[in-house]
């Protein structure tokens, strides 16, 4: 881990996996709280389509995560649809806190107390490095698209209908 003495249970759960996994990236503390996709993409100066929103949903009471590009939106009745379920919606924070033990703005992919199904946005694949959150806002780590899918064992995914322009507020914004 870089640029941290002491890290945050959850980052060090998130960096021992990644450990595990055999993953080349290393966790990475920023300077400021990266809750958004923009804000995290600033501060790595990378394009905002780099960053891997980890976005919850509430599936009829089962957790989902869907990992989608910063620059990319999810169409919650198109992933509902693909899943077979009614209806998706945006889980609250005491659900996301309960399902992966992070809070909201710093929702790693992995370092859940238990296994959560998870959808790879496939506009993710386009960039070589994909950041991705480490368990808390101040943390993020470097991956690839086919890294992150074995990481989660996610299942790839096309979430929403194309990538947003760069000027329209980060509808992941709350969840990254």
């Not at 804000?39 to 389509?49: P, R, W």
Request: glycine letters at 12%; charged letters at 15%.
């Amino acid at each position: 881990m870089t640029g941290a003495e002491t890290p945050h249970p959850r980052v060090a759960e998130v960096a021992r996996q990644l450990r595990a996994a055999g993953a080349a990236g290393e966790v990475r503390v920023l300077p400021e709280s990266a809750r958004t996709a923009a804000a995290a993409a600033a501060q790595l100066g990378v394009e905002v389509g780099a960053i891997a929103n980890s976005l919850v949903f509430d599936a009829g009471g089962e957790p989902l995560l869907v990992l989608t590009s910063g620059a990319h939106r999810v169409d919650e009745a198109l992933v509902a649809d693909l899943l077979g379920v009614p209806a998706l919606t945006r889980a609250t924070p005491e659900f996301v806190r309960r399902h992966t033990g992070q809070a909201i703005g710093g929702v790693a992919p992995i370092g859940h107390p238990a296994p959560i199904g998870t959808l790879v946005d496939v506009e993710l694949a386009r960039h070589g490095t994909v950041w991705a959150a480490a368990g808390h806002p101040h943390t993020v780590f470097p991956t690839t698209y086919d890294e992150l899918l074995q990481l989660t064992e996610g299942t790839p995914a096309e979430v929403g209908p194309g990538p947003v322009a760069a000027a329209q507020p980060d509808a992941g914004a709350t969840s990254r």
